[in-house]
């Protein structure tokens, strides 16, 4: 069974960086994708980012294009999401995400078969 764990959440001001984390157990193989999505107060959860496992390919939302970047360490089975220039319209519950299908990326809720508990993360202005 996959599990996730996120961390690193937490309240900044806006323009400061964070750097979240999402540890990664159960994997049978190396096709997998792995995503970031985030759900913000009175919304739906909503595509941040997504990379493969066992390739390089990664995809953004818009919303973030230039600001966040994901990445990971296969080594010690963590996915990061890297995220700078933080804005107040950031602050959301930000899940981790993983889904077989060997390794294609994907922008949808429903692509997902695994996710994480989710880290507040919180941007003041």
């Known amino acids: 069974q996959v599990q996730l764990v996120e961390s690193g959440g937490g309240l900044v001001q806006a323009g400061a960086s964070l750097r979240l984390s999402c540890a990664v157990s159960?994997?049978?193989?190396?096709?997998?994708?792995m995503g970031w999505f985030r759900r913000a107060p009175g919304k739906e959860r909503e595509f941040v980012a997504a990379?493969?496992?066992?390739?390089?390919?990664?995809k953004y939302a818009d919303a973030v294009k230039g600001r966040f970047t994901i990445s990971k360490d296969i080594i010690n089975n963590t996915v990061y999401l890297q995220m700078n220039s933080l804005k107040p319209e950031d602050t959301a519950v930000y899940y981790c995400?993983?889904?077989?299908?060997?390794?294609?990326?994907?922008?949808?809720?429903?692509?997902?078969?695994?996710w994480g508990q989710g880290t507040q993360v919180t941007v003041s202005s």
């Open positions: 995400a993983a889904r077989g299908n060997w390794g294609l990326l994907s922008v949808t809720v429903s692509g997902y078969n695994y």
């Open positions: 159960g994997l049978t193989s190396n096709n997998y994708a």
């Open positions: 990379c493969s496992w066992r390739f390089g390919n990664t």
